[in-house]
């Protein structure tokens, strides 16, 4: 089984609706990581948690909240989605500032 | 800010040539680098990583690199290529900000092989 899971993998919303996006790890990480991949720009941070009671904002973090509901679960939510929120999402986890092991990625399609 | 560019968007090697895919950061300190390869419809693998010590790293499937510090560089290489190498590379550098180490990503090189 996969250490690190995302659901959906794929989802296609319209405008205007709120979306939830699951990460879910059994690595036993403390901390845990919100990316999002486009074309050309590669990965950017959206937010990151160092524990249940630690959330921070990353570099892209306006239009986006998240929710660290366990050690073991994190997840986005866009409270309004738009189309340009359309992208590759991607869960990563570490332990500390070690080395981030990614999800398999959740595709977004906003219309 | 830390920075990374990866100069080449697109790379086209036959299989069993070698493979050098360029990598430079901008960090005011000492950077911890990594690779990282993304196959179609995958997430990302850590392919290698440098922190400290020797600066010739070596990883996962035959891929190597080195740490060039004097030219803010870490470039990665294979010598001889597969079929299955095809895909897209990333490279990164992780920064503190605060107690958390943030990675931020190159724009990431696509690699072709051709039979």
């Known amino acids: 089984d996969a250490d690190v899971t995302q659901t959906p993998r794929n989802r296609i919303t319209k405008t205007g609706k709120r979306i939830m996006l699951e990460c879910s790890q059994t690595k036993g990480h403390d901390r845990m990581y919100w990316y999002r991949q486009d074309p050309g720009l590669g990965l950017r941070l959206i937010y990151y948690s160092f524990d249940v009671k630690d959330i921070n904002k990353g570099e892209i973090s306006d239009g986006y909240s998240v929710s660290r509901q366990a050690q073991a679960k994190f997840s986005l939510s866009l409270e309004s989605a738009i189309p340009n929120q359309t992208a590759l999402y991607f869960c990563?986890?570490?332990?500390?500032?070690?080395?981030?092991?990614f999800g398999p990625g959740t595709r977004l399609t906003v219309l | 800010a830390q920075s990374v560019t990866q100069p080449d968007i697109h790379i086209t090697v036959s299989e069993g040539a070698s493979l050098e895919l360029r990598c430079n950061y901008s960090?005011?300190?000492?950077?911890?680098l990594f690779w990282y390869v993304q196959s179609p419809g995958q997430g990302l693998q850590l392919l290698l990583k440098?922190?400290?010590?020797?600066?010739l790293v070596q990883g996962i499937k035959g891929f190597e690199a080195e740490f060039k510090r004097s030219q803010s560089s870490f470039n990665l290489r294979k010598p001889s290529v597969h079929w299955s190498d095809a895909a897209e590379y990333f490279c990164?550098?992780?920064?503190?900000?605060?107690?958390?180490?943030?990675?931020?990503f190159g724009s990431g090189t696509q690699l072709t092989v051709l039979p």
């Open positions: 990563a986890t570490s332990e500390g500032t070690d080395t981030q092991y």
């Open positions: 990164a550098v992780g920064a503190f900000s605060g107690s958390a180490r943030q990675l931020t």
């Open positions: 960090y005011g300190a000492t950077p911890y």
């Open positions: 440098y922190f400290s010590g020797d600066t």
